[in-house]
């Protein structure tokens, strides 16, 4: 249930009807809006449901939630979600590039890309120190090395970064290393590890599971937030469809639809769904267009060497090319890249 409140609500209305939510052994999550306070009850459904919560002062409805996700969703907080990634804001119209290797290989190989992003216009690094592979006989990134070379690219060039985290073990190693924690997609529904993310107080990428459907990946982010980290973007990557020429087929309505259901940021990831090189602007753009609030993007500056995904990895020139490109699209739609 929530319970939405007047917009002249005083703060002693919202306390009696938390007091009430918890005489009645709920717990109350209140959010307060810019204009209004909004009161998110979690407990027996059919308990909260009986009282007449319209009839307390300063309540202006009850509003039964029909989906399982309540804290991430619209009706429990109407504006945008602003989540500050270090000194960098995403989401309510704040749009952010983040860009850079899929994997950290080496020392050099990732300053050197870091440098080419950082100039193109990209405000935070990817990079990876654990890759969740396919085969087991693959790279699988230089574990505590890679987090260390990540964390000095950000101290020489002023930007935070986001890494990867395979392993409920890990989080909080990586969580002191990196300015956003990423859920890859095949561990969005690893709810081990969400809810030990949910503890940390670092923000997160949930990325869509391959699989997934919108309410389930919602309901991923719900796990995080439940546990008191709110701090969660959205990332769409593709799911898996019989269409063979790209890896994955990117579902672009997705960014319009979590958008419409949820107050979290929502940003795209073209190189993981399209698979392709070829196919990175265009999606890329189409996820401007549509309103996504960032992008993730894999920059090589050597592709043809890359220990992980080479064949989807942007030449440092083509990607400062295609920012040229997103910025006229977004100054079409309204938003500063
Ligand atoms: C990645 O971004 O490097 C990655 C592994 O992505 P995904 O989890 O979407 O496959
Ligand atoms: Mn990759």
Redesign the pocket.
């Known amino acids: 249930m929530i319970i939405v409140m007047a917009l002249d609500a005083t703060a002693e209305q919202v306390d009696a009807v938390v007091n009430r939510l918890r005489e009645i052994g709920a717990d109350a999550h209140v959010s307060q809006g810019q204009r209004r306070t909004v009161i998110g009850a979690v407990g027996d459904r059919g308990q909260i449901q009986q009282l007449p919560w319209e009839a307390m002062a300063g309540v202006e409805r009850a509003v039964p939630v029909l989906k399982e996700f309540k804290f991430v969703s619209r009706e429990f907080q109407q504006d945008d979600s602003v989540i500050h990634v270090g000194n960098v804001p995403v989401g309510g119209g704040h749009f952010a590039m983040m860009a850079g290797p899929?994997a950290v290989e080496s020392r050099d190989q990732l300053m050197a890309s870091a440098e080419a992003v950082k100039k193109a216009g990209a405000v935070i690094l990817r990079g990876?120190a654990f890759?969740?592979r396919t085969s087991p006989y693959s790279f699988q990134g230089l574990g505590e090395e890679g987090l260390q070379y990540l964390k000095e690219a950000r101290e020489l060039l002023g930007m935070p970064f986001i890494a990867?985290v395979l392993d409920p073990r890990d989080v909080e190693l990586v969580a002191e290393y990196a300015d956003l924690i990423?859920v890859?997609?095949?561990n969005m529904a690893n709810f081990t590890l969400l809810r030990e993310i949910g503890r940390q107080n670092k923000p997160v990428l949930l990325?869509r599971g391959f699989t997934a459907t919108v309410d389930e990946w919602l309901n991923a982010a719900e796990y995080i937030y439940k546990e008191g980290n709110h701090d969660i973007i959205m990332c769409e990557?593709g799911i898996r469809t019989y269409e063979p020429s790209t890896r994955n087929t990117l579902d672009i309505s997705a960014v319009a639809v979590v958008k419409r259901l949820s107050h979290l940021p929502v940003i795209v990831?073209p190189s993981?769904s399209g698979g392709h090189r070829y196919l990175v602007a265009p999606l890329a753009k189409a996820a401007v267009a549509i309103g996504a609030d960032g992008l993730?993007i894999d920059v090589h500056q050597a592709p043809e060497t890359a220990k992980v995904?080479g064949a989807q990895a942007l030449l440092p020139d083509d990607f400062s090319e295609l920012m040229d490109d997103l910025r006229k699209i977004g100054h079409a739609v309204g938003v500063s890249i």
């Open positions: 899929c990876d890759k969740p990867e990423r890859g997609t095949r990325k990557r990831d993981h993730l995904d």
